[in-house]
């Protein structure tokens, strides 16, 4: 399957009855909270959504030290909302050896204490316990056969393997090729990085097993096995918690652009969704969790930290996927009819620049928008930029990347001449 990561640093977020009435109408079947929020626990009730739930790194101490903080936390976010809330699993801190090492002699007792209250409360068998990893904490990853995991982490990952074995738990892993891409720039092509089909030239091949590569994605999955097999582990299967692509950046991360964030995450979900497998692993498919469905407007920079999402936070589409082929899942990419109209609270000037290159360049039809046609009224700059947008994404097809105006303009799926209507 495929999942998403929900986060809310978001200045416009819908409540949670209406973001869980969104997820059901894109049919998105599994997501993930970085916490245990209430509010959205509630309104997954008797919806099928399946929902992994977080502990944040800051309880892991409390959690890690004590038995009965733990069992007090089971309670409260699992016990009182299962299952009528289908909680699947629970997620132990994120990237906690690589982000906050201070706390990773306590991350396995915070997992094996959780994991007492799950077999206290006889839901050991239907939850599952992990916790997600940084990529980083694979050494050597490519080629995948002989990657394995940072020694010095090794007091916790032998026996965090061990539980995941015992309790037939997966392996949480955050893989983002888009870092690998970032960081090995002129050895991991782009096409690689992205899903895009290749000739067998351009496939990397792992020279230990002769097993080809066509996607930085499975190469990182295996390594994750790899490592594993290393540690004599073969029977945990890993679950990719977060990938994705920002859909823009800075000037120093130009590859962050709607066009490849869309093809990553349309090629992404078609490959989960062929059930094609690893090469390592053909006969297993890993779920992912695509970070993440909204845009957190309220991070902190970079940029791209912003522009994970497939959605702005009122629950328009950044960008439309390709996923025909997929079924009903993401029926945004299905909607016969977007638009494109000017975001609100941009500055004017930028908005006239955008507005004066459709008219011009860009070869917008604006002769409505003139002083006495039908949508001249009401003569401001924000609605003559929203018909020119329009005017312009529609006769580009509705291609993706046509509607961005350099970041003054969003896709909606309502209809702007309705709104020009009730605004006269």
């Not at 997992?111 to 990529?135: C, D, F, R, W």
């Not at 990553?264 to 469905?293: A, C, M, Q, W």
Request: aromatic share 10%.
């Amino acid at each position: 399957f495929v999942g998403f990561n929900i986060g809310t640093d978001v200045s416009n977020l819908l409540p949670p009855a209406n973001v869980v009435a969104f997820l059901q109408a894109q049919k998105v079947t599994h997501v993930r909270l970085y916490d245990a929020n209430p509010e959205i626990l509630k309104a997954l009730a008797k919806t099928k959504i399946r929902v992994i739930i977080s502990v944040p790194n800051n309880q892991l101490l409390a959690i890690g030290s004590s038995n009965t903080t733990a069992a007090s936390w089971i309670d409260r976010n699992v016990v009182a909302y299962y299952p009528q809330t289908l909680i699947t699993a629970i997620a132990v801190g994120d990237e906690v050896l690589t982000t906050v090492p201070s706390s990773a002699p306590l991350l396995v007792p915070a997992i094996e204490s959780l994991y007492s209250g799950l077999v206290a409360a006889n839901l050991h068998t239907q939850i599952k316990i992990s916790t997600p990893l940084a990529a980083s904490v694979i050494l050597d990853p490519f080629p995948p056969s002989q990657s394995f995991f940072n020694q010095s982490l090794s007091s916790v990952m032998v026996p965090l393997l061990k539980f995941l074995s015992r309790t037939g738990s997966p392996l949480m892993m955050n893989l983002y090729p888009y870092y690998v891409f970032m960081q090995n720039k002129g050895v991991v092509p782009l096409d690689n990085s992205l899903f895009k089909p290749l000739t067998p030239t351009k496939e990397m091949v792992d020279p230990n097993t002769l097993l080809h590569y066509t996607n930085v994605l499975d190469a990182m999955i295996d390594a994750a096995y790899f490592s594993m097999k290393n540690l004599n582990v073969t029977d945990v299967v890993v679950l990719v918690t977060e990938s994705g692509w920002p859909s823009k950046g800075d000037s120093k991360e130009p590859y962050a652009t709607v066009d490849n964030a869309d093809t990553y995450n349309s090629n992404l979900i078609k490959h989960v969704f062929d059930r094609s497998g690893s090469p390592l692993h053909p006969e297993v498919t890993s779920s992912v969790y695509i970070y993440e469905l909204f845009n957190e407007d309220l991070r902190a920079p970079p940029v791209s930290e912003a522009n994970w999402g497939l959605f702005h936070g009122n629950s328009t589409p950044v960008y439309l996927l390709h996923v025909s082929g997929s079924g009903t899942f993401l029926a945004n990419d299905t909607t016969n009819q977007t638009y494109c109209v000017a975001m609100d609270e941009v500055d004017g000037k930028m908005l006239q620049t955008a507005l004066d290159w459709a008219c011009g360049p860009g070869r917008a039809n604006c002769s409505e928008i003139q002083p006495g046609e039908t949508c001249y009224q009401p003569n401001n700059v924000k609605n003559h930029a929203s018909y020119a947008f329009d005017s312009y994404y529609q006769k580009s097809g509705r291609a993706s990347g046509s509607c961005d105006f350099k970041g003054v303009a969003m896709i909606t799926t309502t209809d702007p001449s309705k709104y020009f209507f009730l605004l006269v």
